[in-house]
């Protein structure tokens, strides 16, 4: 007899399945990643094929299969995907989450990494920070759960105390000149802090970061994750940068 069980669950992205049928990969609060087909869901009677769309939140029960689980029931916990895709900006930046999740995270149960999805999703949703900002923040915090904490205090290699004013990635951070290797790429103390603020949550002052220094910050925690996902992600040459005083709302609508 089919092991049927209920979750909490965010969904990370969905395909195509026959004329009707979708694969939905969700992120879930106690089972880790699920891949289930949920019938029927793009037939317009579908009870429940709008809770399914990405970027949702759902309590979803559903049956083991297989291969593939089978999704019986939705209801809905977040409604994050239309406002998300009413905003260009937040868009790009929740796409780019959620393919970082599906990168960082197995079939184990990982809740930290969940509730850390979530809670920025809600934030984009809500247009609470930049979405540059939010996005930013939810990689250096995502890696640091996955076990690629960065410094951007202390020297990376050898611990000595900063401010420090190289930044290698491939080191995990900021180094002191006696770890520094030659040519190491300095930085400005404005974007280590922002990226100390993004790291730790401190909104007040990346809310106040400029333009300039909010672009150098992206490009250090684009390449951080790149480094340690070992290939790139192909969402993230699509984030629309955001400009301060902005909660990153635009005229674009999601894929326009």
Request: glycine share 10%; hydrophobic share 40%.
């Amino acid at each position: 007899m089919p092991k049927i069980y209920r979750d909490e669950a965010v969904v990370l992205r969905t395909h195509k399945l026959g004329e009707a049928d979708r694969i939905v990969t969700m992120l879930s609060r106690q089972h880790g990643k699920i891949r289930a087909v949920a019938k029927g869901v793009r037939r317009t009677a579908s009870r429940f094929g709008s809770r399914l769309e990405p970027f949702m939140v759902a309590d979803v029960q559903l049956y083991e299969g297989r291969s593939l689980d089978v999704v019986t029931q939705a209801e809905t916990l977040g409604a994050y995907g239309t406002l998300i895709a009413d905003d260009y900006a937040s868009y790009t930046a929740a796409n780019a989450m959620v393919e970082t999740a599906d990168r960082l995270t197995d079939a184990e149960a990982s809740l930290q990494q969940y509730l850390l999805l979530v809670g920025a999703l809600r934030s984009l949703s809500r247009h609470e920070h930049g979405p540059t900002l939010t996005l930013d923040s939810y990689l250096l915090r995502a890696l640091s759960l996955a076990g690629w904490a960065p410094s951007f205090q202390d020297c990376s290699r050898c611990g000595a105390p900063g401010p420090h004013g190289s930044l290698v990635v491939q080191l995990g951070g900021v180094v002191c000149a006696d770890c520094a290797p030659p040519g190491a790429p300095k930085i400005d103390p404005e974007t280590i802090a922002l990226l100390g603020a993004l790291l730790t949550g401190d909104w007040t002052l990346a809310d106040g970061s400029s333009e300039q220094t909010r672009s150098r910050a992206s490009g250090v925690v684009a390449a951080y994750t790149q480094w340690h996902l070992e290939r790139g992600l192909r969402s993230l040459q699509h984030v629309q940068h955001d400009r301060p005083g902005s909660a990153g709302r635009t005229d674009q609508k999601a894929g326009g």
